[in-house]
């Protein structure tokens, strides 16, 4: 397999907690971001999103993170990243979607560039617009981990929301956001982080870290 990523991308962290706490061996392609390699017609013709992550597993390309997470749970089902109750799984994926689909989208890389290049607004004003979303977003998820976390998001084993999560906060401290708030959540990031499938895969361990 192949992973297509870039170190700060929180959705590329994503997949490679997700390949490491499935023990599985992988070749990183780094895609920088920032140096739009995305738009590079060689990626462009495998990626039609120009986006990362990008898993190619033999002749098969899957886009999306949360796509290629639960391809992975279905191909290499040990260990499960999803609980074996239909109810346990739509909770999974709906606290997941919480931070993939309500948070994550209105502060990566290309809203950012848009916010400053197309709408002209100053770095303080576009740091406001990304805090505003992550600490208003986070307290939805803390409220959802209070009724229902273990250890982690979901009982006593890392899983698909756990594999969400944690990239999230890692962006939402670059960009000093406000946690003190969310007392739950940063309990369960501490214990992921005590894991090497989380530890080990973080951007400043990336071979594209700068």
């Known amino acids: 397999m192949e992973l297509f990523n870039y170190f700060r991308s929180s959705a590329s962290y994503r997949v490679r907690i997700a390949l490491a706490l499935k023990g599985l061996d992988y070749d990183y392609r780094a895609v920088h971001l920032a140096k739009n390699e995305q738009f590079d017609p060689a990626y462009v013709s495998a990626s039609l999103s120009k986006l990362v992550p990008l898993l190619r597993d033999g002749d098969a ?20 990243l999803l609980p ?34 197309d709408l002209g607004l100053d770095e303080d004003n576009k740091n406001r617009w990304y805090r505003h979303w992550v600490e208003t977003g986070l307290e939805v998820v803390e409220l959802r981990l209070k009724a229902s976390a273990g250890q982690f998001c979901h009982g006593d084993t890392p899983g698909l929301a756990d594999c969400v999560l944690v990239p999230q906060i890692f962006n939402a401290q670059r960009f000093d956001c406000r946690l003190s708030h969310v007392p739950e959540v940063m309990r369960v990031f501490a214990n992921c982080m005590a894991l090497d499938a989380f ?12």
């Open 61 to 80: 390309l899957i886009s999306q993170s949360m796509a290629i997470i639960e391809y992975l749970d279905e191909t290499h089902p040990q260990p499960p």
């Open 84 to 117: 074996a109750d239909a109810l346990g799984r739509a909770q999974v994926r709906a606290l997941a979607q919480d931070i993939a689909c309500e948070i994550h989208p209105l502060n990566n890389l290309r809203v950012l560039r848009y916010l400053s290049k």
């Open 199 to 210: 530890a080990k895969t973080q951007p400043s361990a990336c071979p594209d870290a700068e």
